[in-house]
């Protein structure tokens, strides 16, 4: 079979988002299934609307053109702000999008008008990782004013942790989200689009605490007070909490397992002779005495394997080799391995599981092959096509 390919076991996919889907609910929460790590991947998008997700999340315009063109039907939100170049697509295939920008609020507002839609906004609030999101205090000025402009609906407010700065989902910052979705309904709930199934002007619909960061705090015991649904990707996908990168308890942490195939292992000097400088990928030497190395012939041997994986294909500090084997380095097109004692011979293969960086890029390179498995078998998915989006636009030259 050809190599790299990227396993998805699509089973262990579906047990990890129902049992996510079980013990949130027990608490009151919702999850929205996050399908950007797999670039909008329906097969996998679809394992987890049958596993109870209430709406898909995706941060890219490309990848909920991919869902749609694959008929998938469930809500799906842009989690991300449209980009104001983008507020037409995003009308088009989005119900709701994550907002903090007026400006473009209003530009999906006359989107919606034309489209003859109403688009869902859901604002994000800034709580202390500083991504994205409006201020706490000038919440209420944001809201007055898009209540303003026709053909959106206030759906909700959210907030984003522990992404760019790691700060963790805690009682204190989600108390503070809860205290503003109080006071937003006490305030405009009157004016907000009543809810299916109930009286008008009942307040946010959703309060979404949000990402895998969040598990803890949310099935710890705490107050959960009024966050009512989570985004969740990795933890879904990879099986692990992503503060500390500790599996969670019952999911699978294997559902992805990539596979490369040797196309070299030699006996070798244990280090490089010469005089060293700068790697292809920038690394410099240090300390500055070990520029000039031991003559190979008074070096120590191994055996050094490589696979026909690199970094166009994977983060290589993201893969976690099977026991046994040490990744020593790794270029564009090539991982170098040391397989300890045992041989691996040409045309061997490894299996690799992978952390949610090497997940991303492998779900991204043109090089890596997916391929599906289910309990009723197993087969290669379509070639990539590119997203909508990064189609190349040729404009002619004037
Ligand atoms: C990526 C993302 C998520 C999902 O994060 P995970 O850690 O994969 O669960 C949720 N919300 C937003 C806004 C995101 O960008």
Same mark, same amino acid.
């Given at each position: ?106 530009? +999906? @507002?006359?989107? #919606?008008?034309?489209?003859?839609? $109403?688009? %869902?906004?859901? &604002?994000?609030?800034? /709580? *202390? ?47 503070? +989200? @809860?205290?503003? #979705?109080?006071?937003?309904?006490? $305030?405009? %709930?009157?004016? &907000?689009?009543?809810? /299916? *199934? ?67 292992t030699k006996v070798k ?32 041997r191994t055996t050094q ?94």
């Amino acid at each position: 079979m050809t190599a790299p390919r990227l396993e998805i076991d699509l089973d262990k996919i579906h047990h990890n988002a129902r049992t996510l889907v079980d013990r949130l609910g027990a608490r009151g929460i919702s999850v929205t299934g996050v399908t950007k790590a797999v670039l909008g991947a329906p097969e996998i998008a679809a394992a987890l609307i049958r596993a109870g997700v209430v709406a898909l999340g995706d941060s890219r315009i490309g990848n909920i053109a991919t869902l749609r063109g694959a008929r998938i039907v469930a809500p799906i939100m842009l989690i991300r702000s449209p980009m104001l170049s983008q507020v037409e697509k995003v009308v088009a295939q989005a119900e709701t999008s994550f907002n903090t920008e007026l400006d473009v609020v209003s530009a +999906l @507002s006359q989107a #919606a008008i034309a489209a003859r839609r $109403t688009h %869902g906004i859901m &604002l994000m609030v800034e /709580l *202390g990782d500083l991504r994205e999101g409006i201020m706490p205090g000038d919440l209420e000025s944001f809201v007055h004013a898009m209540l303003d402009f026709p053909g959106t609906a206030l759906r909700g407010i959210g907030t984003n942790l522990a992404c760019r700065s790691g700060v963790a989902p805690d009682a204190r910052n989600m108390a503070e +989200l @809860s205290v503003l #979705a109080d006071s937003i309904d006490a $305030t405009f %709930g009157h004016r &907000l689009r009543p809810r /299916l *199934g109930s009286a008008a002007g009942s307040g946010l619909e959703i309060v979404s605490g949000g990402n895998s960061a969040n598990l803890q705090w949310a099935l710890s015991g705490a107050d959960t007070g009024r966050i009512n649904d989570l985004r969740l990707g990795e933890a879904i996908l990879l099986g692990c909490e992503p503060l500390r990168r500790q599996p969670i308890e019952g999911l699978y942490t294997d559902a992805f397992t990539l596979i490369a195939e040797v196309i070299e292992t030699k006996v070798k000097p244990s280090k490089p002779w010469g005089d060293i400088a700068q790697t292809a990928f920038g690394a410099t030497p240090t300390p500055a005495t070990d520029r000039i190395s031991e003559p190979a012939a008074e070096q120590s041997r191994t055996t050094q394997t490589i696979l026909a994986l690199g970094r166009q294909d994977i983060d290589p500090d993201g893969l976690l080799p099977p026991a046994g084997i040490d990744i020593l380095g790794a270029s564009s097109d090539h991982l170098i391995v040391d397989s300890g004692g045992s041989r691996l011979s040409v045309g061997a293969e490894v299996r690799f599981q992978l952390n949610y960086s090497a997940l991303l890029r492998a779900m991204t390179s043109p090089f890596v092959v997916q391929v599906v498995k289910t309990a009723s078998g197993c087969r290669q998915s379509k070639t990539k096509q590119p997203p909508e989006s990064v189609q190349l636009e040729f404009q002619a030259a004037s």
